[in-house]
């Protein structure tokens, strides 16, 4: 990694040009809460030199251009829930907060799009269609605190997925700051373009490593009217996981499929205190959901859901109600009623290999000595698996020395399979080895040049994805 400078104060004079003084935080006690983002292992936390909070793109730009003047570098923080220390200022530096940039510019029912800047809530994008009977599809599990920003940057997947894609697939235009301080636009609001590169895509997913998003335009979807959510409850493990391959192949069109194993169940239902969650002791849950434009269909299809589900084992299938909801989308906060350090994983394969990677995750995860075995909930219907070790009281050193053993084996697989490292929470420095480990060569080389070509002084989140050697 490339040698970078302290922050100057001839540099702190000018970043309080550009935003303000009471937008530019040095004070110790404060820059202590930007240490971390959901990383819970103290080892892993870096105090950043400052704390900067812009307005707009333009007071982006000029923080930017300063960054490259002074060789300092910049690492972009939305809602701070990024689980694979995305938002941690690796190299030192100034870690620059985007919740200024909070406004909802434009809601448009005709042509069906919405423009917002980049700290806006995604809680709040959803919110604000659904009034005007619209459906904005982005539905990541930390919806109630993550932004849109961070929710572009790292391409977020979460519980609708499988039907609507992943968040890449809700956007039509973006607006960016580029690494070397210039405001421009990518994309554009059309159903089709063959016009040169995609650059809006290529940006998407790229975890601030090549521009900081400041706007986006994003697509809206009718709002179907009729939905039910079924929950079918397992109590043999390997019914459970046989079951996922046959609702995916039922031709159904599912907007949510979740699996949540038992560990989850109990920790869930304890951390949200929900005392009568059905069949506590043992139980496996698979929430199904499926929204229709028609009442006749939506019947039809539970009723073939619930015969599919009961046939493959379940010992009941009953509606999810909120507070099934609650438990699966609470499934990374109860980590911290088992372990106060854990390690929260996410690997994706295809489809169909869903069941296969569960399997495997279980039987290897029996070989090493964590408190619990890993815990696995899953977007099983897009391949996408969630895998948390908890660190209870082993030593560091057999902590670092079992987490890798495990990954090894467990990543191996899932390349085997045709999957990759992340689905949806990105590589950040925490897979960063990994990446360099398992990533074809010839694809990384190719990264390392674009990252090389768009931010020569290799200033935007350096320490993230990959190395640039």
């Known amino acids: 990694m490339k040698p970078y400078n302290k922050l100057s104060a001839e540099m702190l004079d000018e970043l309080i040009a550009v935003v303000g003084k009471d937008y530019v935080i040095v004070d110790p006690e404060r820059l202590d809460q930007y240490k971390t983002d959901e990383e819970y292992d103290p080892r892993r936390f870096v105090v950043p030199e400052a704390v900067v909070i812009p307005a707009n793109a333009e007071e ?65 994008i959803q919110n604000m269609a659904n009034e005007a009977g619209y459906l904005y599809a982005g539905d990541p599990c930390s919806a109630e605190s993550c932004l849109i920003g961070g929710n572009l940057a790292t391409n977020a997947g979460g519980n609708r997925a499988v039907r609507y894609g992943v968040t890449r697939n809700q956007v039509y235009s973006l607006e960016m700051v580029t690494p070397t301080g210039e405001i421009v636009e990518l994309g554009g609001r059309l159903k089709k373009c063959s016009t040169g590169y995609c650059m809006e895509q290529l940006v998407m997913g790229s975890e601030g490593t090549l521009g900081i998003i400041t706007k986006a335009t994003l697509k809206l979807c009718p709002l179907p009217p009729y939905r039910f959510d079924m929950l079918a409850v397992f109590t043999d493990p390997q019914k459970a996981i046989d079951v996922v391959p046959l609702l995916i192949q039922a031709g159904v069109n599912p907007t949510s499929l979740e699996y949540m194993d038992n560990s989850y169940v109990r920790g869930t239902a304890d951390f949200i205190e929900f005392k009568g969650a059905p069949h506590y002791e043992d139980g496996i849950y698979v929430i199904v959901t499926v929204e229709t434009f028609n009442e006749d269909e939506l019947d039809m299809k539970m009723e073939q859901l619930a015969e599919l589900c009961e046939e493959a084992g379940a010992v009941e299938v009953l509606e999810a109600d909120d507070r099934i909801w609650a438990m699966r989308r609470n499934c990374q906060e109860s980590i911290s009623l088992v372990s106060k350090v854990s390690l929260t994983d996410d690997v994706v394969v295809p489809t169909e290999k869903i069941a296969d990677l569960i399997k495997k995750i279980m039987e290897v995860s029996e070989k090493y000595p964590f408190p619990v075995p890993a815990k696995i909930n899953a977007h099983v219907g897009d391949g996408n698996l969630h895998i948390v070790l908890c660190k209870g009281e082993l030593s560091d050193e057999d902590w670092e020395k079992y987490v890798h053993e495990f990954h090894e084996e467990v990543y191996a697989y899932a390349y085997a399979q045709g999957g990759r490292l992340a689905g949806e929470h990105g590589i950040g420095a925490k897979k960063l080895s990994y990446m360099e480990e398992f990533t074809p060569a010839g694809e990384l080389e190719l990264m390392r040049r674009i990252k090389l070509a768009w931010d020569p002084n290799l200033i935007l989140n350096p320490g993230k994805v990959f190395d640039v050697k």
């Open 60 to 124: 982006i730009a000029a923080i930017v251009k300063l960054c490259n003047k002074y060789n300092v570098p910049v690492t972009v923080r939305g809602g701070g829930t990024s689980l694979a220390d995305g938002a941690i200022a690796v190299c030192g530096g100034i870690i620059l907060v985007m919740t200024r940039l909070n406004r909802i510019l434009e809601m448009n029912t005709t042509g069906m799009y919405m423009v917002v800047e980049a700290g806006v809530r995604t809680k709040d």
